[in-house]
């Protein structure tokens, strides 16, 4: 696999662990009402993404690191689905959006898959 995705792959998800706290009300808003502690869910998710992203980077954390991200992505899954059906918006290009976000998920386990 080439190094350069598998340093993109990291930066991505350090970059977007990090804007879960600099953010954190936008993630807030996808939060699936039936879970508890929002705010720290949104941290603890953002922590997991930094922190496996980063750990994919170097060759002896990067398995670990790899199926941190795919455990991550199951965990935040329901946030997805939530995002889709709660959706009252007449944005067709939005709703087209958000049904493409759930096989993307699958492509992202995917693609961690690949550094396992």
Known sequence: MDEFWKYF???LYVLAGLLHF???KVY??????YLPYHKE??????????AFGALV????????GAWGLIITLIGVFPANIYMLTSYK????????????RLP?????????????
């Open 89 to 100: 918006g007449k944005r067709t290009w939005y709703r087209i959006a958000l049904w493409l």
């Open 9 to 11: 792959m990291g930066g």
């Open 41 to 50: 869910l949104v941290y603890l998710s953002g922590v997991c993404e930094a």
């Open 28 to 33: 807030m808003k996808i939060m699936p009402p």
């Open 22 to 24: 600099l953010k954190p």
């Open 57 to 64: 980077l170097f060759p002896t954390t990067q398995s670990i």
């Open 104 to 116: 993307l998920q699958l492509f992202l386990i995917y693609w961690a898959w690949l550094y396992i």
